[in-house]
């Protein structure tokens, strides 16, 4: 139909933390092979980061869907900050995952 540009245009910039906090929520839905009461059980430490964390990146993504997506601004400012935001989130795991490993 012709909309896929305009489409694209709008999602990419706040798509990363959207994407990225749902996949997080969905940890919680999906908890694999135990049951979700022994998996929430198992996880209860991680439970409040992980669902703080979840809620943070839906917050950045609503505030640039609801500020910069619309805008009529270059694509590429739109692409620079999808590059920007996924670079963070990957700095952020790196961090995390060396640091699991320094901790014990």
């Known amino acids: ?3 896929g540009g305009n489409f694209f245009n709008f ?4 798509s990363v933390f959207e994407l990225t906090g749902l996949l997080l929520g969905y ?3 999906a908890p694999g092979r135990n049951t979700r009461r022994r998996a929430l059980f198992l996880k209860q430490n991680d439970i409040l980061a992980l669902v703080g964390l979840a809620a943070l990146l839906i917050f950045m993504a609503a505030l640039i869907e609801g500020f910069l997506s619309p805008q009529p601004i270059p694509f590429i ?3 620079t900050v999808f590059g920007l935001a996924l670079t963070a ?3 952020y795991a790196v961090y995390v995952l060396t640091r699991g490993r320094r901790d014990g």
């Open 11 to 14: 999602v990419t910039a706040h």
């Open 1 to 3: 139909m012709g909309y």
């Open 89 to 91: 989130e990957i700095v």
């Open 77 to 79: 400012i739109k692409l």
């Open 27 to 29: 940890t919680i839905l």
